[in-house]
């Protein structure tokens, strides 16, 4: 009995560490992406001072967002997924072709949803299988994955496919205006008031977001909600944090290390289509390298590599502090690719100490 109490006190010790090392690096984080915000708003200014600019850094990483929340989940319990970056890119042409060929029906675009997210389910179960039950190594079978997400796409289509589907430039052409209060017209009449700023000719211009944002925030909040009041949640964690720990609590360490590989290739499934929508076409060359992006927002958001500390929200950090960085840079005139490419690696390298010094931490705390 007093051994069985002494496991559950040390493991809800353990679980307070993980938790505070895991709000130290969000905050690190968060208070990071604020100060470069702040100090291109103020040394940079062009652009930077308009709503538009930070919305447009949502934007364009709507679907990265969503690959690292999915990355974020997979490296919590200690592994690590390579494929989703290809699994984007052959969403976005099996969609695209599908969309365009000939005699649809009126119901392309909703089947078209299903394909995306029937192409990321059948890459996370059959690599999470490989992974959790069969016990390969996560970053040959992902390589394995990737490989096989180019090959497929390159067999759909060689060339670039540009989508005209009715419904589809529809929904890709919705954008969400962002409310910001009220007023009343001369008439009476009470209004909203959307936030925005004016142009070159003194005309207001309102800002907005595509839809592929609303997607990636709906999925960030479900996911955060997740891993903060369910029993899986708390088990990618504790799978993460120890696996002879988490079997000695009657987790199901491989059903654990499955699901978070099926979510992360459901997320690139999602991320895939969120990213169609926002290039209106597929082609070989989309999402080249964002397996590598949601890799650095998740360490730059406060995932280890080790498993077992992270935080969902700190992958949209993560994704904000690093479009920042590029866009810094390349406001900068520095549009030469090696200077971005140096940048981010120079984050990288932060953040990886910190999570060492982090580390060294923990286990000082265990002894």
Not at 349 to 364: D, E, G, T
């Amino acid at each position: 009995m007093s051994t069985n109490s002494n496991l559950l006190g040390g493991n809800k010790l353990k679980n307070r560490v993980m938790l505070s090392d895991t709000n130290l690096l969000l905050i690190i984080n968060i208070v990071v992406f604020l100060v470069m915000y702040v100090c291109a708003i103020v040394f940079l200014k062009s652009g930077f001072t308009k709503p538009q600019t930070f919305l447009n850094i949502l934007n364009e990483n709507a679907s990265l967002l969503i690959l690292s929340c999915g990355m974020t989940l997979v490296m919590l319990t200690g592994g690590i997924d390579i494929s989703v970056g290809q699994v984007t890119c052959l969403v976005c042409m099996a969609c695209a072709v599908f969309l365009n060929r000939e005699g649809g029906t009126p119901y392309d675009l909703e089947i078209s949803m299903l394909i995306a997210i029937g192409i990321g389910l059948a890459f996370g179960i059959i690599q999470g299988y490989l992974v959790a039950y069969l016990e390969f190594q996560p970053f040959i079978v992902t390589l394995i994955g990737m490989t096989l997400a180019k090959g497929l796409t390159t067999m759909i289509s060689h060339d670039r496919v540009a989508v005209t589907q009715p419904r589809f430039e529809a929904l890709c052409k919705l954008e969400i205006n962002i409310p910001c209060g009220f007023t009343r017209t001369e008439t009476g009449e009470i209004v909203p008031l959307y936030l925005g700023s004016a142009n070159k000719l003194g005309e207001w211009v309102n800002a907005h977001v595509e839809i592929g944002v609303i997607i990636a925030l709906a999925v960030l909040i479900l996911l955060f909600v997740m891993l903060r009041w369910t029993k899986l949640g708390r088990s990618f964690y504790a799978v993460g944090g120890n696996n002879q720990s988490a079997n000695m609590l009657g987790i199901n360490v491989k059903l654990t290390k499955f699901l978070s590989h099926v979510l992360c290739g459901l997320c690139a499934g999602i991320g895939g289509y969120v990213f169609f929508l926002h290039s209106r076409s597929g082609s070989t060359l989309h999402a080249q390298g964002a397996e590598m992006n949601a890799i650095a927002s998740a360490i730059i958001g406060g995932t280890m590599l080790s498993g077992g500390v992270g935080n969902i929200v700190g992958a949209l950090f993560g994704v904000l502090s690093l479009s920042t960085i590029k866009s810094i840079v390349a406001s900068l005139g520095l549009q030469d690719a090696w200077w971005t490419n140096i940048t981010v690696a120079g984050m990288l390298c932060i953040f990886l100490i910190l999570q060492s010094v982090i580390l060294s931490r923990r286990n000082q705390s265990k002894k």
